[in-house]
């Protein structure tokens, strides 16, 4: 499968960012390069630390994090991560060589160990931002859902509105159309009333 990828040629990435968190740098530099021959810009961390800072100041669109590393390991910067809400949603995927349950629990949106082959990374780093756009054009769906809704009410309070008003300026103009009979009518009784 990894040989009919690579005759097929690099997936189609659109310059999307990955931050890649991994204190091996044999194993980041192997990575970084797979990942940008597949399209993809790729920016380095070497611990969770790093990784946050970079975070931070620019918000990639995927994060792929160890989660065994010195300074802070990849439990505390997830936990750090889902703590802030400015890059809560970053989708995180996980590739690690800690088969444990422990490590297999981590909130992420996928989890690989090592090694895992090219194919197979290149397909889960897609298929995470796949679901990424899908949620978030399924809340933009969901807001436009909002909106017309809440125009569909506005216009129905506009329409309750209108109608007692056009009644009432409808007859308020009527009366003033009558007024000045009725006037005229006051001052003959009053005349009449005088005499």
């Known amino acids: 499968m ?15 960012r990955v931050l890649l968190v991994e204190d091996d740098r044999d194993i980041s530099d192997t990575l970084a390069s797979l990942l940008e021959e597949a399209g993809y810009l790729v920016t380095s961390a ?11 100041a620019s918000l ?3 994060i792929l994090l160890d989660l065994m590393m010195p300074i802070m390991d990849g439990w505390e910067f997830r936990a750090a991560q889902l703590a802030d809400p400015a890059i809560a949603d970053v989708p995180v995927i996980v ?20 090694p895992t082959s090219t194919a197979e990374l290149v397909l889960v780093v897609e298929r995470v931002l796949l679901e990424r756009d899908r949620r978030r054009l399924a809340a933009r769906l969901e807001e436009t859902e909002r909106l017309t809704l809440l125009g569909t009410i506005a216009a129905g309070v506009g329409h309750e509105i209108n109608n007692p008003l056009t009644y009432t300026i409808a007859n308020l103009d009527l009366a003033d159309g009558e007024l000045p009979a009725v006037r005229t009518d006051l001052e003959g009784l009053r005349a009449a ?3």
């Open 2 to 16: 990894e040989a009919a990828l690579m005759r097929q040629g690099p997936v189609p990435a659109r310059g999307l």
């Open 46 to 56: 070497r611990n969770g630390r790093e990784a946050l800072a970079e975070v931070r």
């Open 60 to 62: 990639p669109d995927l």
């Open 95 to 114: 590739l690690t060589a800690d088969a444990s349950a422990k490590a297999a629990a981590i909130s992420a949106d996928s989890f690989l160990t090592k």
């Open 193 to 195: 009333c005088q005499s």
